[in-house]
T-cell receptor, first 114, second 112 residues
Framework: DTEVTQTPKHLVMGMTNKKSLKCEQH?????MYWYKQKAKKPPELMFV???????INESVPSRFSPECPNSSLLNLHLHALQPEDSALYLC?????????????FGNGTRLTVT | AQRVTQPEKLLSVFKGAPVELKCNYS??????LFWYVQYSRQRLQLLLR??SRESIKGFTADLNKGETSFHLKKPFAQEEDSAMYYC??????????????FGKGTLLTVNP
């Protein structure tokens, strides 16, 4: 299996809701990432997990809470979001050590905050 | 700090014409450079990486450390090449961390 699978594909939530985005890969990758992509913009890094430990947090607001329960799963818990958080949220995975290892991206979850 | 610059937001060529998408980078160490492509309604996918020196779908890219460039080239563009192209740099970010930084992207349109 060479894919990164993200669920749900689409999510609409109110500003008081709590929801979670899920990401799964079975390529044995030990680095996993969350990116945010606004329309017609490049992906922006949010979080990096390496060997199930949070290694990079790009000063993301606490209303976004990542979790890596095991080496195959990555979650992003959402609470009290703002309309400007509406975007495509991309999960990616890679080999944890560098050496020109590319990131493999999922299809993303398109989030709309109302 | 690492930075990737793609100077052209939009690029339009005719089918069969050569195409070059420019990418310049700023990084103090030895960079890992990639080209990613995003076709309409599809996931972001890897096109090329500099260390492989391969040709994918007729595209090539050569790392020029002197000019800090990694331009993407194809001698004869096809309509199915129309997509958003992102140049990306994976650089050291402290500790044991590396992160992938994207340029702003170039939207390539190949006209019939």
């Amino acid at each position: 299996d060479t894919e990164v699978t993200q669920t749900p594909k689409h999510l609409v939530m109110g500003m008081t809701n709590k929801k979670s985005l899920k990401c799964e890969q079975h390529m044995g990758h030990r680095a996993m990432y969350w990116y945010k992509q606004k329309a017609k913009k490049p992906p922006e890094l949010m979080f990096v997990y390496s060997y199930e430990k949070l290694s990079i947090n790009e000063s993301v607001p606490s209303r976004f809470s990542p979790e890596c329960p095991n080496s195959s799963l990555l979650n992003l818990h959402l609470h009290a979001l703002q309309p400007e958080d509406s975007a495509l949220y991309l999960c990616a995975s890679s080999v944890a050590t560098p050496g020109n290892s590319p990131l493999h991206f999922g299809n993303g979850t398109r989030l709309t905050v109302t | 700090a690492q930075r990737v610059t793609q100077p052209e937001k939009l690029l339009s060529v005719f089918k069969g014409a050569p195409v070059e998408l420019k990418c310049n980078y700023s990084y103090s160490g030895s960079p890992e450079l990639f080209w990613y492509v995003q076709y309409s309604r599809q996931r972001l996918q890897l096109l090329l990486r500099h260390i492989s020196r391969e040709s994918i779908k007729g595209f090539t890219a050569d790392l020029n450390k002197g000019e800090t460039s990694f331009h993407l080239k194809k001698p004869f563009a096809q309509e199915e090449d129309s997509a958003m192209y992102y140049c990306a740099l994976r650089g050291y970010s402290g500790g044991s961390n590396y992160k992938l930084t994207f340029g702003k992207g170039t939207l390539l349109t190949v006209n019939p």
